[in-house]
């Protein structure tokens, strides 16, 4: 048959046919059809552990943009505290890259659980049906002549074949997309390491673009609605002292009035 | 008539329904050529959802040899470009 069904079966059968070709001795072809299985099952196990490791990582990353929110948050008010509107517009532009961040690596994390979910039921089916070709291997041994042995292996082989190969696919398939997950995860600690999400006091010279780059992607409506409802909580004097906290000591109040961090630093 | 539906399960359909199958498959080809990705994922999820309601799903201890081999439900049109092509499916 042509077309779709061709692909996958021809690879199959011939996998199959090379597997039968091996041994004359029928005994000798389903053992080493059943150790090419276990070995299949060995190498999803593997697979699952390899999703499950990405998606601790991610959920890593998670924690890590959590914190990285509340921070600049805090930032953010005592920045306007201390009636630096511009410092304070900074950190909310980079809150909100974090939180679209955020968003992103919930649905990723979530992605990954589903392709967990799904290599672990490929690795259950794959169970049973190796289970069912051991007992069947069993049998023919016992029970059938060389010759009529021959056509039952050719054919629960190829059964058991059609079944790796699927698994094979399945796997494939989850690990693709791990991986892409894992490149995009990787391009995420970059820019975290380019200071994208730092600290707004460590900021430095040379970090004009980056800056550039915020404004560009964060959302500049909820950056003032963000600004907005902070003014009206820090004017209702629910919010902190007027005064830069611990951490913002070297974001001195005398790094000047109205100008951009970025060009208002020294080295 | 067994079918598999790649990375899903293998279903058991009756031999009465080759043709709508088939029809389906001619869609998907159509669909293939012509590079419509909407329509392509309508025929396609159309061909997954007739199999999965008209068959009936195979036990899973048994070792059952596909007659058909469909691609796994999350194909893209990229990907089902390579596999449906000329006569699809079934030939005729």
């Known amino acids: 048959m042509p077309g779709l069904s061709g692909r996958m079966s021809t690879i199959v059968k011939a996998k199959i046919s090379k597997l039968l070709d091996r041994a004359e001795d029928p ?48 930032q953010a008010r005592q920045a306007l505290a201390a009636g630096q509107e511009d410092l304070a517009r900074t950190a909310l532009e980079r809150k909100n890259v974090a939180q679209t961040e955020l968003q992103s690596l919930d649905s990723q994390v979530a992605e990954l659980e589903q392709q967990q979910e799904r290599m672990t039921e490929s690795e259950q089916k794959l169970k049973t049906k190796i289970e069912q070709f051991r007992s069947k291997k069993e049998v023919i041994k016992a029970q059938y002549s060389a010759a009529e042995a021959q056509v039952r292996i050719s054919e629960a082989a190829t059964g058991v074949g059609e079944e790796m190969a699927d698994v094979g696919l399945a796997m494939q398939r989850a690990l693709d997309k791990t991986e892409n997950m894992r490149a995009r995860a990787d391009a995420v600690q970059e820019l975290e390491a380019a200071g994208t999400f730092t600290d707004l006091t460590a900021l430095g ?4 673009d980056i800056d550039r780059q915020l404004k560009q992607l964060s959302s500049q409506s909820e950056v003032d609605a963000d600004l907005e409802k902070m003014k009206a909580e820090i004017g209702a004097g629910s919010g902190p002292a007027g005064e830069i906290g611990a951490g913002g000591g070297q974001a001195a109040p005398g790094a000047g009035t109205g ?9 | 008539m067994i079918v598999r539906i790649s990375t899903e399960a293998q279903y058991e359909l009756d031999e009465s329904d080759a043709e709508q199958l088939n029809e389906l498959d001619n869609a998907a080809v159509g669909a293939c050529e012509s590079e419509d990705e909407q329509s392509f994922h309508q025929v396609f999820s159309q061909l997954l959802d007739f199999v999965r309601t008209k068959g009936t799903p195979v036990p899973e201890d048994e070792l059952a040899i596909s007659d058909v081999i469909l691609p796994p439900p999350d194909t893209s049109l990229e990907e089902a470009k390579a596999e449906f092509t000329g006569e699809g499916l079934i030939p005729g």
């Open chain 1, 259 to 267: 100008a951009q961090p970025s060009e208002g630093q020294a080295p």
């Open chain 1, 27 to 74: 005994a000798e072809t389903l053992e080493y059809s059943y150790q090419k299985q276990i070995e299949l099952l060995q190498n999803v196990k593997k697979g699952i552990a390899d999703v499950v490791t990405s998606k601790k990582r991610l959920q890593l990353q998670e924690e890590q943009l959590r914190q990285q929110v509340v921070k600049l948050d805090t």
């Open chain 1, 205 to 208: 010279p040379g970090e004009d």
